[in-house]
């Protein structure tokens, strides 16, 4: 009789509260074994003698001169991970053969830490000569089913000593030394089609994982065949089915023992998954024996497995009906912040009040507190604000690129659908040279290095807006507090010496030369209160005109800046939270929902669709993003998030792409899509918004599967790509290159 270890309820009350929707396989074992990743149940690796080129990706390499037996880590990458499978779920004695391979320090020597799937267990210092023996017991929460990430670590690297590389490692061993261990073949798991059936065949001493987020309502369907291959005894053959979860948690799902006795065909209940809903997980499949496949040419097939779950998933609540919801005509104000990130804001918890007139305009409004921009720089950023597609797509994505004419922008579709269209800006990328006017009726740039302050702009938006023309809808694109700094004298910050002496952090900065952190950081901020002025004053203007009512107003940035957090300063070179995170806040008309708190992820993309959407304009079907009408025109709610994934992406030839879901984020840098775990960046945003702990060589689970979502849809975009025209590379003037240069976009 089949054992069954159930994680969750029954099988019969998971249908017990199902509603009628369709349920279907949404995760398709077979379908996805390209993707799965193969193990060998393992429990003594000798490191030299099971080499591979994927190694060298997680920081190994060998060279007989050095070592002869062993795996070495080069001085320049701080960190190694062995990887290795393991079904056990009992404590674990690890035993390492090890050796420095460090000059005599002639201080304090580095400390050599060792982490476990993230947990470290051991600690010590790092000299001496010669391999020894390192042991260690390892509890067995640390442990998970399937795969496993043991982390080499050394703190800090010695520099100018002259030295290679830092550590040599032998062999490991779990369990206790001499102890008996999984003998592993060559063979790999194979696709087989019978008639009706697909099935992934395993041989012996197999894992075979396959990382997935878990569908609402979820269940794992499948069914065994066992060939054993032989009659008279067994060797110990054990199928079992594992889950583990981004917070190294391993449970058994199934377990069966096998054997002659036997039958080939064995069906299977379901298995409940529903509690699991939006969790990333690792499904591991393990075929275990005592004796090697020469012996024992056992395998057992998996059959028809699948994961069945609810299709789609739509918010409970909101206002979906079609249509606007607002009296007609209403206007459309877009006021952008160049450069500003959220979190200098005092409605965002910032102790400073840098913005007066925004937080009292988004007393009027719905804030959206968890806002992601698609780019880390204003091209591309305002690329997908203007078009609704991705960087990639639209292609106004370096110095020389702008929109393309072909590209159809919010600005066009307003237009024909009867609205009045105005465009002001002040950035040097986002004028008529690039494109950007396309749809504009009338359209001004004035450079904020030739007087295009904020308030400067403010005049030329008076002047449009004292004609009354509307329905209308008005781009203002402000520049404070991007660098230059272009700070009036009423809002220059003053400092004590007291605070000069308590911030005394001084930072490079080109065209500023040596300036206290402090001190650089106030500027900003003056900026940033310098512009709420200019705010402020046009949204008075909105009220004496009698237009403020009646006009949706969007105030957003297009993203963020960074001042040393991760080493740099200003934009547009990396995807950390402190350059992709932006405002974004709406006043609706006749300021609907004023003072609503939005708490789930949006992003960006979705503001095209969204106002089409409120104005009841058809929004184009290309549009990637979502309308966030539901959000906007009804409370919070506990239901599902609009988005589950968020992609960003900066850089040359956006070599710089992350992905966010849920709490977690990887980054990706580099135009090779590889194991290499220089190219990754993993972080928990819940247990660290700012960044700070990479846990690429620390979680397996939720490293591969983001690292599969990520690098799928950058495969994506091959095709995706089409929806979009060719951008438009044009050959700067002289002027375009000061302007740049002045801004920091050319060195």
Same mark, same amino acid.
């Given at each position: 009789?089949? #054992?069954?270890?159930?994680?969750?309820?029954?099988?019969?009350?998971?249908?017990?509260?199902?509603?009628?929707?369709?349920?279907?396989?949404?995760?398709?074992?077979?379908?996805?074994?390209?993707?799965?990743?193969?193990?060998?149940?393992?429990?003594?690796?000798?490191?030299?003698?099971?080499?591979?080129?994927?190694?060298?990706?997680?920081?190994?390499?060998?060279?007989?001169?050095? /070592?002869?037996?062993?795996?070495?880590?080069?001085?320049?990458?701080?960190?190694?991970?062995?990887?290795?499978?393991?079904? %056990?779920?009992?404590?674990?004695?690890?035993?390492?053969?090890?050796? %420095?391979?460090?000059? !005599?320090?002639?201080?304090?020597?580095?400390?050599?830490?060792?982490?476990?799937?993230?947990?470290?267990?051991?600690?010590? !210092?790092?000299?001496?000569?010669?391999?020894?023996?390192?042991?260690?017991?390892?509890?067995?929460?640390?442990?998970?089913?399937?795969?496993?990430?043991?982390?080499?670590? @050394?703190?800090?690297? &010695?520099?100018?000593?002259?030295?290679?590389?830092?550590?040599?490692?032998?062999?490991?061993?779990?369990?206790?030394?001499?102890? %008996?261990?999984?003998?592993?073949? /060559?063979?790999? &798991?194979?696709?087989?089609?019978?008639?009706?059936?697909?099935?992934?065949?395993?041989?012996?001493?197999?894992?075979?994982?396959?990382?997935?987020?878990?569908?609402?309502?979820?269940?794992?369907?499948?069914?065994?065949?066992?060939?054993?291959?032989?009659?008279?005894?067994?060797?110990?053959?054990?199928?079992?089915?594992?889950?583990?979860?981004?917070?190294?948690?391993?449970?058994?799902?199934?377990?069966?023992?096998?054997?002659?006795?036997?039958?080939?065909?064995?069906?299977?209940?379901?298995?409940?998954?529903?509690?699991?809903?939006?969790?990333? @997980?690792?499904?591991?499949?393990?075929?275990?024996?005592?004796?090697?496949?020469?012996?024992?040419?056992?395998?057992?097939?998996?059959?028809?497995?699948?994961?069945?779950?609810?299709?789609? #998933?739509?918010?409970?609540?909101?206002?979906?009906?079609?249509?606007?919801?607002? &009296?007609?005509?209403?206007?459309?104000?877009?006021?952008?912040?160049? @450069?500003?990130?959220?979190?200098?804001?005092?409605?965002?918890?910032? !102790?400073?009040?840098?913005?007066?007139?925004?937080?009292?305009?988004?007393?009027?409004?719905?804030?959206?507190?968890?806002?992601?921009?698609?780019?880390?720089?204003?091209?591309?950023?305002?690329?997908?604000?203007?078009?609704?597609?991705?960087?990639?797509?639209?292609?106004?994505?370096? =110095?020389?690129?702008?929109?393309?004419?072909?590209?159809?922008?919010?600005?066009?579709?307003?237009?024909?659908?009867?609205?009045?269209?105005?465009?002001?800006?002040?950035?040097?990328?986002?004028?008529?040279?690039?494109?950007?006017?396309?749809?504009? *009726?009338?359209?001004?740039?004035?450079?904020?290095?030739?007087?295009?302050?904020?308030?400067?702009?403010?005049?030329?938006?008076?002047?449009?807006?004292?004609?009354?023309?509307?329905?209308?809808?008005?781009?203002?694109?402000?520049?404070?507090?991007?660098?230059?700094?272009?700070?009036?004298?009423?809002?220059?910050?003053?400092?004590? $010496?007291?605070?000069?002496?308590?911030?005394?952090?001084?930072? $490079?900065?080109?065209?500023?030369?040596?300036?206290?952190?402090?001190?650089?950081?106030?500027?900003?901020?003056?900026?940033?209160?310098?512009? /709420?002025?200019?705010?402020?004053?046009?949204?008075?203007?909105?009220?004496?005109?009698?237009?403020?009512? $009646?006009?949706?107003?969007?105030?957003?940035?297009?993203?963020?800046?960074?001042?040393?957090?991760?080493?740099?300063?200003?934009?547009?070179?990396?995807?950390?939270?402190?350059?992709?995170?932006?405002?974004?806040?709406?006043?609706?008309?006749?300021?609907?929902?004023?003072?609503?708190?939005?708490? $789930?992820?949006?992003?960006?993309?979705?503001?095209?669709?969204?106002? =089409?959407?409120?104005?009841?304009? &058809?929004?184009?079907?290309? @549009?990637?993003?979502?309308?966030?009408?539901?959000?906007?025109?009804?409370?919070?709610?506990?239901?599902?998030?609009?988005? *589950?994934?968020?992609?960003m992406e900066t850089g040359v030839d956006l070599n710089h792409k992350a992905i966010i879901t849920g709490r977690w984020k990887i980054i990706h840098v580099g135009k090779n899509w590889s194991d290499d775990l220089r190219e990754y960046e993993l972080f928990d945003l819940e247990e660290d918004p700012g960044e700070q702990v990479n846990l690429i060589g620390r979680n397996p689970v939720a490293a591969e599967y983001l690292k599969k979502?990520? *690098?799928?849809?950058?495969?994506?975009?091959?095709?995706?790509?089409?929806?979009?025209?060719?951008?438009?590379?044009k050959t700067l003037t002289e002027k375009e290159i000061r302007e740049l240069k002045a801004l920091g976009y050319i060195k």
């Open positions: 009789m089949i #054992r069954k270890i159930f994680l969750l309820s029954c099988f019969c009350a998971i249908f017990s509260s199902c509603s009628p929707d369709p349920e279907v396989v949404i995760f398709d074992f077979f379908q996805e074994f390209p993707q799965a990743r193969m193990l060998a149940a393992e429990k003594h690796a000798e490191l030299f003698q099971t080499w591979t080129t994927e190694a060298r990706m997680f920081g190994w390499t060998r060279d007989q001169k050095i /070592d002869k037996t062993a795996l070495i880590v080069p001085i320049k990458r701080a960190r190694a991970v062995f990887r290795f499978g393991s079904v %056990s779920m009992e404590d674990q004695r690890f035993t390492l053969q090890l050796r %420095s391979l460090l000059s !005599p320090p002639t201080g304090p020597a580095p400390m050599l830490n060792i982490h476990l799937n993230g947990h470290r267990v051991h600690a010590s !210092p790092w000299d001496g000569t010669g391999f020894r023996e390192l042991s260690f017991t390892v509890p067995k929460e640390h442990m998970q089913i399937g795969e496993n990430y043991l982390e080499f670590q @050394c703190s800090p690297l &010695p520099d100018q000593t002259g030295d290679t590389h830092w550590l040599a490692l032998q062999s490991v061993r779990f369990g206790e030394a001499g102890g %008996s261990f999984y003998p592993v073949d /060559d063979s790999e &798991p194979q696709l087989v089609k019978t008639v009706g059936k697909k099935g992934l065949v395993l041989p012996a001493n197999t894992i075979l994982d396959f990382v997935l987020k878990v569908p609402p309502r979820a269940v794992l369907d499948f069914d065994l065949a066992f060939d054993a291959a032989r009659s008279g005894n067994t060797y110990g053959e054990k199928f079992v089915i594992a889950l583990t979860t981004t917070s190294g948690e391993s449970s058994v799902l199934f377990e069966q023992g096998l054997g002659p006795g036997i039958g080939r065909d064995m069906g299977t209940a379901p298995i409940d998954l529903s509690s699991l809903a939006d969790q990333i @997980c690792r499904i591991s499949f393990v075929f275990l024996s005592d004796v090697p496949r020469e012996r024992s040419p056992a395998t057992v097939s998996i059959l028809n497995a699948g994961i069945r779950g609810r299709a789609g #998933r739509s918010r409970p609540d909101g206002d979906t009906s079609p249509g606007t919801p607002f &009296p007609q005509p209403f206007n459309i104000l877009i006021y952008l912040v160049d @450069c500003l990130r959220p979190d200098h804001l005092p409605f965002h918890g910032y !102790p400073r009040n840098t913005a007066p007139h925004m937080t009292e305009f988004v007393r009027d409004s719905v804030l959206f507190s968890q806002a992601y921009a698609q780019s880390s720089w204003t091209r591309p950023s305002v690329g997908v604000l203007f078009t609704g597609l991705y960087p990639f797509q639209h292609l106004a994505i370096d =110095l020389k690129s702008g929109l393309a004419r072909e590209h159809r922008t919010l600005a066009e579709i307003l237009q024909d659908a009867g609205f009045h269209t105005l465009g002001i800006s002040s950035n040097a990328g986002i004028k008529q040279f690039f494109n950007f006017d396309q749809g504009f *009726s009338y359209f001004k740039y004035h450079s904020n290095l030739e007087g295009g302050t904020a308030d400067r702009l403010n005049t030329y938006a008076f002047a449009e807006l004292q004609k009354k023309q509307t329905p209308f809808f008005l781009y203002v694109h402000t520049m404070e507090p991007h660098r230059p700094y272009q700070l009036k004298e009423e809002f220059a910050p003053v400092f004590t $010496e007291d605070e000069l002496a308590e911030n005394s952090r001084v930072v $490079e900065v080109e065209n500023l030369g040596s300036i206290n952190l402090y001190r650089l950081i106030a500027m900003y901020d003056a900026t940033i209160a310098q512009n /709420d002025k200019s705010f402020g004053d046009l949204m008075a203007e909105l009220k004496r005109l009698g237009l403020y009512d $009646e006009t949706l107003i969007v105030l957003m940035s297009d993203h963020g800046e960074q001042f040393y957090e991760h080493g740099g300063f200003a934009h547009g070179q990396n995807l950390y939270q402190e350059t992709v995170k932006h405002l974004f806040a709406v006043k609706l008309p006749g300021q609907m929902n004023a003072g609503a708190v939005i708490p $789930e992820n949006v992003q960006e993309i979705d503001i095209l669709p969204t106002l =089409l959407d409120l104005a009841g304009i &058809p929004v184009p079907s290309y @549009c990637p993003g979502s309308s966030l009408r539901s959000l906007l025109l009804s409370p919070p709610s506990s239901g599902p998030p609009l988005h *589950s994934e968020i992609f979502r990520l *690098s799928g849809w950058a495969l994506a975009q091959k095709k995706l790509v089409n929806i979009g025209k060719e951008g438009v590379e």
